[in-house]
């Protein structure tokens, strides 16, 4: 079995054309009874090349990302059982709290399928799949894996030491808050609301920033996260976060390759930008929405460029007014306590450096241009009502 599954790995994974996919799935899908071996010999080859992504610093929701965009569903199950067959490897306390969630949110790495002499037939029947397309969907998820390149890491690998992660002070409700305030905003049909609930958000989070500066330990240092920049429109999705990473003491470095972009900042603001990114693009696009019922109601057709340049301006007038928000609470805070500014710019430095330190290299990028007058006005419209943001000139790229 294992030599079959040698030939087969070697005419499908060295190869780029669906031939050597073929003759890889042939070789294992041609004895039915060896069938259960072979799905074993998958899981455990399959698992290496997943432990080897981590070690690549490849992490499961960027994984699942990159097999959704370039090829589907069925491959994204299959990694995804992959990626539970690799984790048996780990016990309790051996994943970052970060790591963890990303397998709750995308729907939990859990082996499903029993012994594993079980999980290619089981597998097929999940999938509707006979043994020729269930080998080809798993030849063609491994390939995509073992091509991954390296990529700047942002956390220990499972199974790593996790007592020099940063830890996040300050009061523990606070984050509960902000989710609740913003999940409020994102719910609400009325504008007036959202940004009432918004701008409450966002002061929240400037002072939870300040809160976690005065009392941090001597030492600690910043750490990185990564977040998914789906398109369509990623360029102004992209500058979405670049500005609430900005806004909250963060670094955000944009691979437009790949759609993620790698935020650097200490712990607390790390979550804070993960909660203010994801609430601002659920805002926009439902605000959207609603800009585009209007132009329609006034006999203009939906247009791609429309979109695009409501996204632009969305995330540029946002980027303003975090700015904004985030240079008032900081002035406020200076007036009341004045030993907290040199605390603030030294951590600023840190990030600053940790960021450099991980992306030596980036480029600017050039963005398109808004060119639907309509879209920009309205796109800066809705930015005035979720009242928050802050941006730069430009974005960097790794």
């Not at 940004?195 to 002061?203: G, I, R, V, Y």
């Not at 329609?296 to 904004?324: C, D, I, M, N, P």
């Amino acid at each position: 079995m294992n030599e079959t599954v040698d030939r087969a790995f070697a005419a499908a994974l060295s190869s780029l054309d669906d031939a050597g996919l073929d003759t890889g799935a042939s070789l294992l899908a041609a004895d039915a009874g060896a069938w259960p071996e072979t799905g074993r010999e998958l899981l455990r080859r399959g698992s290496g090349y997943v432990r080897q992504a981590w070690e690549r610093g490849w992490q499961p929701a960027d994984v699942l990302r990159l097999v959704r965009r370039d090829l589907d569903e069925r491959h994204a199950r299959l990694a995804l059982d992959l990626i539970a067959a690799e984790g048996r490897r780990y016990g309790p306390g051996q994943l970052t709290e970060r790591w963890t969630a990303q397998l709750d949110e995308l729907g939990g790495a859990e082996v499903w399928w029993g012994g594993d002499e079980r999980y290619a037939p089981e597998a097929a029947r999940r999938e509707s799949a006979d043994r020729f397309a269930l080998a080809t969907a798993v030849l063609e998820t491994l390939r995509l894996l073992v091509r991954l390149p390296s990529v700047e890491p942002v956390g220990p690998l499972p199974g790593d030491p996790l007592a020099a992660l940063p830890v996040a002070h300050g009061d523990p409700k606070t984050l509960g808050r902000i989710r609740a305030l913003l999940a409020k905003a994102e719910a609400t049909p009325y504008p007036e609301e959202a940004e009432a609930l918004s701008a409450k958000a966002q002061e929240l989070m400037a002072r939870h920033t300040l809160d976690e500066a005065a009392v941090a330990r001597p030492g600690q240092v910043p750490g990185a996260c990564r977040i998914g920049v789906e398109p369509p429109y990623e360029e102004a999705k992209a500058v979405l976060l670049d500005a609430v990473a900005t806004a909250n003491r963060c670094r955000a470095v944009w691979n437009s390759a790949y759609g993620f972009s790698t935020v650097v900042g200490f712990e607390g603001d790390l979550e804070a930008v993960e909660l203010l990114h994801t609430s601002l693009l659920v805002q926009g696009t439902h605000a959207m929405t609603r800009a585009e019922a209007g132009q329609r109601a006034g006999g203009r057709k939906r247009t791609k460029t429309f979109r695009q340049s409501f996204f632009l301006a969305y995330a540029s007038r946002v980027g303003h007014r975090l700015a904004e928000t985030a240079e008032h609470v900081v002035e406020d805070a200076g007036a009341a306590d004045g030993a907290l500014l040199p605390v603030l710019a030294a951590r600023d430095v840190a990030v600053t450096s940790r960021a450099e330190e991980m992306f030596p290299r980036t480029t600017t990028t050039r963005l398109r241009g808004a060119t639907d007058e309509a879209g920009w006005l309205d796109g800066t419209a809705a930015a005035d009502r979720a009242d928050m943001g802050t941006g730069r000139k430009g974005l960097n790229r790794g």
